[in-house]
């Protein structure tokens, strides 16, 4: 390959001519998403579309039969880091979108070498993952320019390990976490909780049991053990507007407050850290999983309302 550098932008414009161009190459990568079933072909595209919200690396429109549409909001990552809440402000421009009817649904997908895919952090939030080398198995073929775009997307995949952020496996963190996730199956079933992977040290893990939605705002429940926070977190919501709706919904020790792009509703737990061992940190990580069970068991107490005020506390386009 003579190109000894790839970039994301290389990626972006590669795929963006393929899913434009290739109808069978569109409906392959239609395939590895949750649209498989629905016919459909490509109408629209664009690359580095921005907004107030950000930019998103590729926006591919697809078109069924009945005139209806969804959309596939794609970060390409070659090596680079996350930024911070990446997947939820591909989100966040994705419903204003929806809302304005340029679509009906969406997927926000995560394209990058399969090293990637498999050792990087923070990918959970995206609702799919797709590597470089499954759309460069479906490329390669005799023919010389299908086999120069595989073996562009096999350049870029052999990037990988540049700067890709690798989880750093510790003993203890393990130790600690497998024996709170045993807590939580046994004494906190409510929490749906799957067994962590976390690098050294992490103490903050997000919860999304099957009934919390993705949509219309995607809800879910953020346990924050070195701050002592439990979050019930409704992304793309401003808490100046959300809190007074929700205000008489509220629990004895419940607040609204505002991170980031999202508003949550937040119990106080006590802080927890790795060091704090077994007995002690589980006996904290217990008070935490009792305070997210609390605020799951609200959600699904006033969800209509909550779903409903979210709405109402979506910021301005």
Known sequence: MPVERMYERDVDLLLAEELAVHPAFADHFKSLTKFADEPAAVTEFWVSKSNSLGESDLVVVYQR?????????IEDKVDANLQSDQAERYRMRAERERSKGIFTDFEVVICAPRFYLENHGGLDEFDRRI???????FLDSDDRRAKYRAGFLRAAADTKKINAWVREDDPATNAFWNAAYD???????????????????????????RDLPTMPKRVSVE???????????????????????????????MTVHQTGAA???????????????????????????????????????????????????????
């Not at 590597?131 to 198995?137: I, M, R």
């Not at 959300?242 to 004895?252: G, I, K, M, N, T």
């Open 131 to 137: 590597s470089f080398e499954q759309l460069a198995d």
């Open 183 to 209: 807590l939580a199956c046994n004494e906190f079933p409510v929490l749906e909780m799957k067994r962590p992977a976390l690098t050294k040290d992490s103490v903050w893990i997000a919860l999304r049991p």
């Open 65 to 73: 039969s009945d005139g209806s549409r969804f959309a596939l909001m």
């Open 223 to 253: 346990l924050k053990g070195k701050n002592g926070q439990v979050d019930l977190t409704f992304a793309n919501t401003t808490s100046y507007v959300f809190q007074p709706l929700v205000q008489h919904l509220l629990e004895a020790g």
């Open 263 to 317: 508003a949550v509703i937040r119990l106080e737990s006590p802080a927890f850290r790795i060091s704090d061992g077994i007995p002690d940190g589980l006996t904290k990580v217990s008070a935490a999983f009792a305070a997210a069970s609390r605020l799951i068991a609200l959600y699904r107490k006033f969800a209509t309302k909550l779903d409903q005020h979210a709405r109402a506390a979506t910021p301005a386009s």
